[in-house]
C-alpha cells in the first residue's frame, strides 16, 4: 500500500490515529520509567529494550484497537463519506477513541502506582467488580479534576491536529481499499497466534519487562490466560509419582494415610485437646516489613509490637500470593495456589475440606466476619458453601458506623460486629472459630478520626490505625467471659506491595503473625521457614485436636527437620521456596530456580538446577490442581 494512498485518501483519519497512539504509548513509558526510579538501572541496555520492545506491542496493540475505525473507513460508501455529518460522524468515532486512549493512560499511571505492573490478571479481575473498583477510584483520586483536564487536553490535541485528519482525494474504490483491511486484519490474527505477553520478559529485571509491555495488550493477555490448566501448561510428572512425594512431605510424627495413593490422612496430636475458642484475624495488606519486630526503624504497629512479650511470634512466614484470595484459600483449604483464578472464585468450590471442616466435626461453631461485602471476591458464597456462618458489612447498622468507604467499614466497627456475633456463640454454650477479615488497609486509606495524629488517605496512616484498631478489639474483649478461653491469631492475608526487580520478589511474601493465648500458648518465637498454608495445621496442632486431613500444609511443631518450606505464587508463576533456593515453575513448562532476595528488591539470579527440590515443586502444585479439577478435595472421600 501506497504512502500516497495513505496520505491522501480516506485514511488519513487512521493515520493520525496511529501517530497519536504511539506518542501516548511511549509518553507512558517514560513516565512510568521515571516513576519507577532506582528499580531500573540507568543504562542504555535497559532503556533501548523497554522501548524497542514496547513499540513493537504499541503496534499490535494499535492493530486490535483500531478496529472501529478501520472498519468505518472500510465500509463507508465514497458518496456517503463526501457528506457533512458522515465526517462529523467519523470525526466524533475518533474523538471517542482518543479519549479512551487518554483515560487508558491514566489508568495505566493509577494501576502501576498501585501494583508496579502494567494491567494484568488484578486488572481483568477488578472489571467483574465495578462497583468496588469505580468506588475506590473516586474515593481515592480527584475524578472530576481528572477528567476535566482530559477532556481538556483531548480536545486540545485534537483540534491542534485536524488537518492531519482531513480526508481529501479518495479515488480508491470498495475493492483497492479493501487491500489494506485485509493486510489489518491478518495482522491482527498473526498477532493473537504469534504473540503472547510473556515473550518480552527476556530481562533479569521484571520492571524493565514490564515496561516494554503496552497496557492495553497485557489486560487482553491476562483476560485469556485467567484460567490456566495445570497439566496443559505446566511442567508435570507422573501422578502416582507426584503423589508419593507429596505423601513423603506429609509424612510425620501421628501421620496415618488413609491409602497408598492419595494424600487424605488421619493425624493424631501429640498435645492433648483443648476446646479453646480462636480467632483468626487475616488483616489487609499487613506486610512484615510494617512492623519494628521485623526490621522496621520507626514501626507503624507499636501495638502489635508490644503483644509480643506475651505471643507466639513466627518470624519467617511467607504468604501464598498477592490478592486476599488467595490469603483466604491458603488460610481455610491450606492448599498452595494453583494457577489461574484463586479457588474462592471458580466454580464447584462447594463442599470442599476446610478448616471449619475440622472445627464443626469438633462441635466448634465456625463463622467468617468480613468488614464489606461479602459478594466482592465471591466470598459469602465459598465461605457459605465450605462450614462457616458468613456475616459482613450489611449486618451493621448506619448507627454504629464510625466510618465507612467503598471496601468497607473501620476495622473497630468490624471488631463491634463480631464480639457481638461471639457473645451469642458462646452465649450458647458452645466454642467458635471465627476468621475476621478487615479492609481498613486499603486504598483509599481512610478510618475515624480522632485515633491517632495520623493524615488520611496515606498508606502507613491505616497501617497505624490497624495496629491500633487490634489493640483496641483486645482491650475490649478482655472484659468479655470467653476471653480467657480463646486463642488469637493475628496474621496478613499478603504484603502491601507485590512487584519487584525479580519476577517473583520472594521479599514481597514475608508476613507477620503472632498466636496470643495468655496461660494457654507460652510465648516465644518461631523462626523456622512457614508457609501461610501451615497455619490451620499448626493451629490445630495447638490445641489438640485429632482430625482427619487433606491439608498440604503442616504442623511446624511436629514437622521433621529439613521439611520446611513456603509457596509464593502470582496467577501464573508458583514457586516452592526452601533455603536458599526458589523453584519458579511457569507456563509452557518452563522451570526455573534462583537465589532468592529475601531482605529487600534485588534481582535474583539463576542457579543450577536442583532436580530434588524441582520435582517437590512440580508434585505439590501438580497435584493441588488435579485434586481440585477432580472433585478430590471435596470433604466426602
Known amino acids: 500500500m501506497s504512502e500516497r494512498f495513505l496520505l491522501n ?58 478496529w472501529p475505525l478501520v472498519l468505518a473507513l472500510w465500509l ?35 494501576f502501576w502506582e498501585e501494583f508496579q505492573s502494567r494491567f494484568n490478571f488484578i486488572a481483568v479481575d477488578y472489571l467483574v467488580y465495578t462497583t468496588e473498583v469505580i468506588g475506590n477510584i473516586r ?24 488537518r492531519w485528519r482531513r480526508i481529501h482525494g479518495d479515488s480508491v474504490g470498495f475493492g483497492g481499499r479493501s487491500w489494506l483491511v485485509g493486510a489489518w486484519l491478518a495482522v491482527s490474527v498473526l498477532g493473537t497466534g504469534l504473540v503472547s505477553g510473556d515473550m518480552k520478559d527476556r530481562r533479569d529485571n521484571t520492571y524493565v519487562n514490564e515496561l516494554a509491555g503496552n497496557g492495553m495488550y497485557q489486560f487482553f493477555a491476562a483476560y485469556r490466560s485467567a484460567s490456566l490448566d495445570y497439566a496443559r501448561y ?152 465450605n462450614g462457616y456462618e458468613v456475616h459482613d458489612r450489611e449486618e451493621i447498622p448506619k448507627a454504629r458506623i464510625h466510618q465507612e468507604n467503598i471496601w468497607g467499614v473501620a476495622d473497630e466497627d468490624l471488631y463491634t460486629m463480631s464480639m457481638d456475633v461471639f457473645d451469642r456463640a458462646h452465649a450458647q454454650g458452645k466454642p467458635f472459630f471465627a476468621h475476621v477479615m478487615t479492609t481498613s488497609n486499603h486504598r483509599p486509606y481512610t478510618f475515624p478520626e480522632g485515633r491517632g495524629p495520623w493524615p488520611q488517605g496515606k498508606r502507613e496512616s491505616a497501617v497505624s490505625y490497624t495496629d491500633w484498631a487490634i489493640g483496641d478489639f483486645l482491650r475490649r474483649a478482655r472484659g468479655k467471659p470467653w476471653f480467657a478461653d480463646t486463642v488469637f491469631v493475628i496474621t496478613a492475608d499478603h504484603c502491601a506491595s507485590s512487584a519487584g526487580i525479580a519476577a517473583l520478589p520472594a521479599f514481597r511474601y514475608r508476613i507477620p503473625m503472632w498466636i496470643y493465648a495468655p496461660g494457654h500458648v507460652a510465648p516465644g518465637r518461631v523462626a523456622a521457614l512457614t508457609s501461610q498454608v501451615d497455619i490451620p495445621p499448626t493451629l490445630l496442632g495447638l490445641l489438640g485436636i485429632d482430625y482427619d486431613s487433606q491439608f498440604y ?23 516452592y521456596l526452601r533455603g536458599e533456593t526458589l523453584v519458579q515453575l511457569s507456563p509452557h513448562r518452563k522451570v526455573d530456580t534462583v537465589r532468592p532476595s529475601l531482605v529487600d528488591d534485588a534481582g535474583q539470579p539463576a542457579i543450577a538446577e536442583a532436580p530434588q527440590l524441582t520435582l517437590q515443586a512440580i508434585s505439590d502444585y501438580q497435584t493441588a490442581a488435579y485434586r481440585f479439577s477432580h472433585g478430590l478435595m471435596r470433604t466426602a472421600r
Open 76 to 110: 463507508l460508501p465514497r458518496r456517503w463519506l463526501a457528506r457533512r455529518q458522515v465526517r462529523i460522524a467519523v470525526e466524533a468515532l475518533s474523538l471517542l477513541l482518543l479519549f479512551v486512549l487518554l483515560f487508558v493512560a491514566v489508568s495505566e499511571w493509577t
Open 9 to 66: 485518501a480516506r485514511f488519513r483519519p487512521l493515520l493520525w490515529l496511529g501517530m497519536v497512539f504511539l506518542a501516548t504509548t511511549t509518553l507512558t513509558r517514560l513516565a512510568l520509567l521515571v516513576a519507577t526510579g532506582s528499580g531500573v538501572p540507568a543504562t542504555p541496555a535497559n532503556w533501548a529494550y523497554a522501548f524497542a520492545v514496547g513499540l513493537g506491542y504499541d503496534l499490535l496493540a494499535f492493530a486490535y484497537f483500531s
Open 139 to 162: 474515593e481515592s483520586y480527584p475524578i472530576g479534576l481528572i477528567l476535566s483536564v482530559l477532556a481538556l487536553v483531548g480536545i486540545g490535541v485534537f483540534v491542534a491536529t485536524r
Open 234 to 385: 505446566y511442567r508435570s510428572v507422573p501422578l502416582p509419582e507426584a503423589f508419593a512425594q507429596v505423601r513423603r512431605q506429609l509424612a510425620g510424627p501421628g501421620v496415618v494415610f488413609d491409602d497408598a495413593t492419595g494424600i487424605a490422612r488421619h493425624i493424631d496430636s501429640a498435645r492433648p485437646q483443648r476446646k479453646l475458642n480462636v480467632v483468626l484475624v487475616s488483616v489487609e495488606s499487613l506486610s512484615a516489613e510494617f512492623s519494628g519486630l521485623y526490621g522496621r526503624p520507626e514501626t507503624l504497629t507499636p501495638r502489635l509490637d508490644a503483644l509480643a512479650r506475651d505471643s507466639l511470634l513466627f518470624t519467617n512466614l511467607y504468604a501464598t500470593g498477592t490478592r486476599t484470595v488467595r490469603g483466604l484459600e491458603a488460610l481455610s483449604l491450606s492448599v498452595p495456589p494453583t494457577p489461574g483464578e484463586s479457588i474462592v472464585k471458580r466454580e464447584h468450590n462447594e463442599g470442599l475440606f476446610s478448616l471449619a471442616s475440622v472445627f464443626n466435626a469438633n462441635g466448634y461453631k465456625s463463622l467468617f466476619l468480613y468488614g464489606g461485602y461479602g459478594a466482592f471476591d465471591n466470598m459469602n458464597q465459598f465461605f457459605g458453601s
Open 553 to 575: 500444609g503442616t504442623d511446624v511443631f511436629q514437622r521433621p527437620p529439613g521439611k520446611e518450606r513456603a509457596f509464593i505464587g502470582t496467577y501464573q508463576l508458583l514457586g
